[in-house]
């Protein structure tokens, strides 16, 4: 089973590292306390482990790649400043509340349809790099067709995505659920304590996803992974783990002396997809009205040697 240890490609922690660790926090304390509820929220929903990943990563290909205008939203957004102009009123039929110049409304408000669309490039990009990574994938697979048993005919329930053939969680099928969560609700203030919390709105999510696919959980012959990323860019731990754990595995097919470096690429590769959709479909939900599905660009595992 995958566990919590440091990124491929980091180095082994010297005295420096922790030296320079404590600092680094006694400042973020000292700096997150003076700020409003909201904006501490949203900074620690910009830290921790793949945060920064759509904005570091080389685009070297369309899918890695942001267009001028959503890389502009996506900085307003976690500046906190006011977003290019849109719409006055929510589109949601059973909101139709004004809209703030922040964003904060459409990218937390249920009743628009936006958080199900904006997911979907997200589930897309997963199911892609399952595949790259060696796993039978099926999508968008209802649950009372799976042989769980006592699920109801008419239950509606869905899994985005079903990975096979993987040696991860004891060799057992996983079953990832995508979500792409906002830590503030639409009035802009922090969702489950997320702004004394790192995590919290990921945390809450993940029970949530738990107690909706419960027979899915208690079943023990398949493993429900919540793959969850906050719109600050936080993954959610289990999430970041089992994509470095599915480059760890897809690495042993290279040259013995550069698995660890591929290890690395992949991982940063894989992390990088993800992330790159994500935001793109969540800068298209603040910015237009009609924003479609978003879908993503499909393709296949590049050589080893374009990757390297």
Not at 102 to 116: E, I, Y
Request: aromatic residues 6%; hydrophobic residues 35%; charged residues 25%.
């Amino acid at each position: 089973q995958p566990i919590h240890d440091v990124e491929p490609g980091e180095w082994a922690y010297g005295w420096q590292f922790h030296a320079a660790t404590h600092i680094e926090y006694h400042y973020r304390n000292r700096i997150l306390y003076s700020m409003s509820p909201s904006q501490r929220a949203m900074v620690r929903s910009q830290s921790g482990r793949g945060s920064g990943a759509h904005l570091s990563i080389t685009p070297t290909c369309p899918e890695l790649c942001i267009e001028n205008e959503h890389m502009n939203v996506i900085l307003l957004r976690r500046l906190r400043l006011p977003l290019p102009l849109t719409s006055r009123f929510c589109n949601g039929r059973r909101c139709r509340r004004e809209l703030d110049s922040l964003g904060d409304h459409r990218a937390a408000c249920p009743k628009s349809g936006r958080l199900k669309r904006r997911s979907i490039p997200m589930e897309n990009m997963i199911a892609r790099i399952c595949r790259e990574g060696g796993a039978r994938v099926r999508t968008n697979i209802l649950v009372r067709d799976l042989d769980i048993g006592n699920v109801d005919i008419e239950d509606g329930r869905r899994i985005e995505v079903i990975a096979e053939g993987l040696p991860l969680y004891n060799g057992r099928q996983i079953a990832i659920d995508a979500t792409l969560i906002s830590t503030l609700t639409r009035e802009g203030r922090p969702h489950h304590h997320s702004d004394d919390t790192d995590g919290a709105a990921l945390n809450e999510a993940r029970r949530k996803k738990e107690r909706h696919y419960s027979d899915i959980v208690t079943s023990q012959r398949c493993h429900l992974l919540v793959a969850g990323i906050e719109t600050g860019g936080r993954w959610e731990i289990e999430f970041s783990n089992f994509v470095q754990h599915l480059a760890r595995n897809k690495s042993r097919n290279s040259i013995p002396i550069l698995a660890r470096s591929m290890q690395a690429i992949l991982y940063r590769r894989w992390q990088g997809l993800v992330a790159v959709a994500s935001h793109k479909a969540f800068a298209k939900s603040l910015l237009v009205e009609d924003f479609g599905d978003c879908p993503c660009e499909g393709g296949n595992l590049p050589q080893w040697s374009e990757l390297v």
